[in-house]
């Protein structure tokens, strides 16, 4: 089992998505990690038809990764790291409906 972020995200997934999806190209301003990195994410569909969140290093966040520390992929049953980056995107989303 995935562990989940703590404490929880604020945001959903379809929320934080479309907040994306609004932005100039598709992406949100330059973000920092939970550890101080520069990043950007940007919202994208899959040639299945899922949307996701694309971050950097070919790490995705589909809708029933958010919410965990880790996503479905990889070879690894745990799945790569996104909970550094799902914080962040999820403070600048929620900043982004309360103002």
Known sequence: MRPLISPPLNCSFRLVYDAIA???SG???QLETTGGTPFTAEAKV???GRQFIALP???RIYESDWGYSTNGMGKGKGGQRIGHYSVPIDSWAAGRRSG
């Open 22 to 24: 609004a932005q100039p």
């Open 27 to 29: 992406r949100t301003p």
């Open 46 to 48: 899959a040639r299945d």
């Open 57 to 59: 290093h070919s790490n």
